[in-house]
């Protein structure tokens, strides 16, 4: 059959599949279920009105139970069963195992990592492109560069990056863009300049950025009306979360700045720059910047253009400078679109798999949960475990969502 004849049948047999349903659903329900005639003709037109709703939710509600609940259900099974003993019922042997491997560690305190690094620097950097391309006339122009990225699969992206990341050997012409740098680098001031000086005074602006963070979350803790109440101490309890995270990050900030500091740099040599362990993540990870900030860019500039003039105008009388402008007029009335574009970022990060299967592959202690599931799925054959993983992801990203769909009917009350 003619592949667009096949295609007009299926739209054809689609829609009037739909059209018939809710017909002769609602014929069914005013003919036959509660005709609306008779001594009982109040009452049934009072149930056909309640019934009548789910009635047309039915065929939305057995497709996502189909296609989300019955997967959930079904890797939850198979996470406690054996499927080479004909499905054994062996209740947490796949997580003991699991919980066993070094590997899924690895990927664990990667995914750690990635969670701590990307969702902070890509809300940053769409923040600060926001910021700086509505104030110039070609903003427009920035804009669709920086978003552009968005357009590339993560595939593309990671095959682009792993040309920028390339290594020949030492004395043949590097096509690699990051050794090509790497190799004008000879130990003399511009080099200080850049590898030790920028490097240092980045991450200090990285622990500037977080220790405001932290003066931001822990703010709401001074009002002791809020803290007597139940939601206050639930609040209380999770920016005491939020602010050990943040303490962490700026100690290990701070043993980043120190070992920029004193180490002992390979000048003229060419590196294999995915195959040094620890900053191999990084390299990868500057990929999903790379294509997130546009994202963080646009949803953050429609914020900040949301932003009352006249509050602007008073600081401006009031004699704030741009700065104060920025980060105590402007970031504060646009913190809860900050949150929003931070976690759905995460959500991205957790579930991230293709960058890493096609630069490293897992290997140099790249591992992340969602390679580490397909490893176990697709290549090891072993079921239960990989089923066990592909659990924690989802119960990694369950409280994500949760707050989310929280935060959202928060702000629609």
Request: glycine letters at 8%; one cysteine or more.
């Amino acid at each position: 059959m003619n592949p667009a004849l096949q295609a007009l049948i299926t739209i054809i047999v689609g829609v009037g599949g739909c059209v018939g349903y809710f017909y002769f659903s609602n014929l069914f329900i005013d003919k036959v279920l509660f005709p609306a005639s008779g001594p009982n003709a109040g009452r049934n037109i009072n149930r056909a009105n309640m019934v009548r709703p789910w009635l047309f939710l039915f065929p939305a509600i057995f497709a996502l139970g189909l296609y989300l609940a019955y997967p959930v259900v079904a890797t939850f099974w198979l996470s406690l069963t054996d499927r080479d003993a004909g499905g054994a019922f062996v209740g947490l042997a796949n997580y003991q195992r699991m919980f066993d491997e070094p590997k899924f560690w690895e990927a664990i305190w990667n995914n750690m990592l990635w969670l701590t690094v990307v969702p902070a620097a890509s809300t940053a950097f769409g923040l600060l492109a926001a910021q700086l391309t509505d104030r110039i006339s070609w903003g427009n122009i920035a804009k669709s560069l920086i978003f552009m990225p968005m357009a590339i699969s993560f595939v593309g992206a990671s095959v682009i990056f792993k040309l920028v990341y390339d290594t020949r050997p030492a004395g043949e012409e590097q096509i690699g863009i990051l050794n090509a740098i790497w190799l004008a680098f000879n130990g003399d001031w511009f080099s200080v300049l850049v590898l030790r000086i920028a490097p240092v005074l980045i991450l200090l602006a990285f622990i500037a950025f977080v220790v405001y963070g932290l003066y931001q979350t822990l703010i709401p803790l001074m009002d002791e009306r809020r803290r007597a109440t139940k939601s206050g101490m639930a609040s209380l309890i999770f920016r005491g979360l939020i602010s050990l995270v943040g303490l962490w990050l700026c100690y290990e900030a701070l043993g980043a700045i120190a070992s920029v500091v004193v180490f002992d740099y390979p000048y003229g040599e060419p590196q294999t720059w995915l195959t040094i362990p620890f900053w191999n993540n990084f390299f990868l990870m500057v990929v999903l910047i790379w294509i997130q900030t546009g994202f963080a860019m646009v949803i953050l500039s429609a914020a900040l253009r949301g932003i009352p003039e006249e509050t602007i105008e008073a600081a401006v009388i009031d004699g704030a400078n741009d700065f104060e402008i920025f980060f105590q007029i402007k970031v504060p009335q646009i913190m809860g679109t900050v949150v929003v574009v931070w976690t759905t970022i995460t959500l991205v990060v957790l579930k991230v798999f293709d960058i890493v299967f096609a630069m490293t592959n897992g290997q140099w202690e790249t591992q992340v949960l969602a390679n580490y599931m397909f490893d176990k799925l697709f290549r090891a054959n072993d079921w239960g475990v990989g089923s066990a993983s592909a659990m924690v992801i989802m119960f990694l990203v369950l409280p994500i969502l949760i707050w989310n769909i929280y935060n959202a009917r928060k702000e629609l009350r």
